[in-house]
T-cell receptor, first 117, second 113 residues
Framework: GAVVSQHPSWVICKSGTSVKIECRSLDFQATTMFWYRQFPKQSLMLMATSNEGSKATYEQGVEKDKFLINHASLTLSTLTVTSAHPEDSSFYIC?????????????FGDGTRLSIL | AQSVAQPEDQVNVAEGNPLTVKCTYSVSGNPYLFWYVQYPNRGLQFLLKYITGDNLVKGSYGFEAEFNKSQTSFHLKKPSALVSDSALYFCAARPPNFNKFYFGSGTKLNVKP
């Protein structure tokens, strides 16, 4: 159980293109989803916390207009990288929390490798 | 500031030997503690968690972790390493009643035959 599906797994596109990444919880309802960016030297950077039906909470330094997050249902959150540039190339990972109990782990998607030419 | 530290970027161990991946935390309250593993080009997989109770928790794939409140540590351990355990390991802490996880920087585990 507790499967999170992230799509697409790999995207290559031209500079200036907008790219949408989907994150779905397949067998549970996720009131909260997280979006991370992972840099080549391993570390995970939290970009934003997404709650169903409300605006996402962005971390300091993350451009809201650049990285649009929508959490329209209890099973789907999307991240849109608008007008992507080469510096946006990275590995993006989503995760979802099952229920509201604080002691539950996050369940992660398999990530999206974004390459902007 | 709240933080989780994994002091070793890399840990090398021979197959069959015990392994330890270290984690210390500076997070308010009595945080919930987690370990995750990441294989190349994949997301993170949950290994185990500490909420309360026994200081030694057991998780997936034979891994266990030891919680030490006085040292604010939560080290990951396995009695006998496998080559297939080679991966990137992340420690995380979550304050009670707060919807945010603090992750360590990750430790790359290399298990050599």
């Amino acid at each position: 159980g507790a499967v999170v599906s992230q799509h697409p797994s790999w995207v290559i596109c031209k500079s200036g293109t907008s790219v949408k990444i989907e994150c779905r919880s397949l067998d549970f309802q996720a009131t909260t989803m997280f979006w991370y960016r992972q840099f080549p030297k391993q570390s995970l950077m939290l970009m934003a916390t997404s709650n169903e039906g409300s605006k996402a909470t962005y971390e300091q330094g993350v451009e809201k207009d650049k990285f649009l997050i929508n959490h329209a249902s209890l099973t789907l959150s999307t991240l849109t990288v608008t007008s992507a540039h080469p510096e946006d190339s990275s590995f993006y990972i989503c995760s979802a929390l099952e229920g509201s109990a604080g002691n539950q782990p996050q369940h992660f998607g398999d990530g999206t490798r974004l390459s902007i030419l | 500031a709240q933080s989780v530290a994994q002091p070793e970027d890399q840990v090398n161990v021979a197959e069959g030997n015990p392994l330890t991946v270290k984690c210390t935390y500076s997070v308010s309250g009595n945080p919930y503690l987690f370990w995750y593993v990441q294989y190349p080009n994949r997301g993170l997989q949950f290994l185990l968690k500490y909420i309360t109770g026994d200081n030694l928790v057991k998780g997936s794939y034979g891994f266990e972790a030891e919680f030490n409140k006085s040292q604010t540590s939560f080290h990951l351990k396995k009695p006998s390493a496998l080559v297939s355990d080679s991966a990137l390991y992340f420690c995380a802490a979550r304050p009670p009643n707060f919807n945010k996880f603090y992750f360590g920087s990750g430790t790359k585990l290399n298990v050599k035959p």
